[in-house]
């Protein structure tokens, strides 16, 4: 038998998980701008063959633009890079008017100054409850220097701070 878990109490209890902050982009030979969205479900899958997975909820009207580019880079946000996150999440048409961004050796949207980059090319997609799973082959990645990742936690966005040690 099937408990019946109310949704308020849900995410309640999953905000506690700390969650990094990802914007998937992609761009398409007929597009006139880059499309985007942010995800906080992104993870390592596989070392062999290298693969990565994420989530996006079915409703998600940015999530087929992304798909359709074939290719996406998955950039992970530093901290500082809220208004970045806010540009992503928005519904304006042209999400990236106002983000730094070059486009990467795959062909898609890299946004500057982000903790780290993985280009990907989309392998599978399950389905997940209200959400699709997707799978990607990594293609290239790299992370950056010194920068710190943007967290999700309790709905809100933060830095992620090395505890001090003593």
Request: charge should be negative; proline fraction near 6%; include cysteine.
């Amino acid at each position: 038998m099937l408990s019946t878990i109310d949704q308020t109490h849900y995410r309640s209890v999953m905000g506690h998980l700390p969650t990094g902050v990802v914007a998937l982009s992609g761009i398409t030979p007929t597009a006139e701008y880059p499309c985007g969205l942010v995800v906080g479900t992104f993870q390592s899958l596989s070392l062999e063959p290298p693969l990565v997975s994420f989530s996006v909820a079915h409703t998600s009207t940015s999530w087929p633009k992304v798909r359709a580019a074939g290719r996406l880079c998955a950039s992970v946000l530093a901290d500082g890079q809220e208004s970045v996150c806010r540009a992503l999440s928005s519904k304006q048409p042209n999400k990236f008017a106002d983000i730094d961004w070059s486009l990467s050796e795959a062909g898609s949207p890299r946004i500057a100054g982000a903790h780290a980059w993985i280009d990907c090319e989309v392998t599978h997609e399950l389905d997940g409850g209200d959400h699709v799973i997707v799978i990607a082959r990594v293609l290239q990645m790299d992370a950056a220097g010194d920068s710190e990742p943007l967290v999700f936690h309790k709905g809100r966005l933060g830095g992620y701070r090395e505890p001090a040690v003593a």
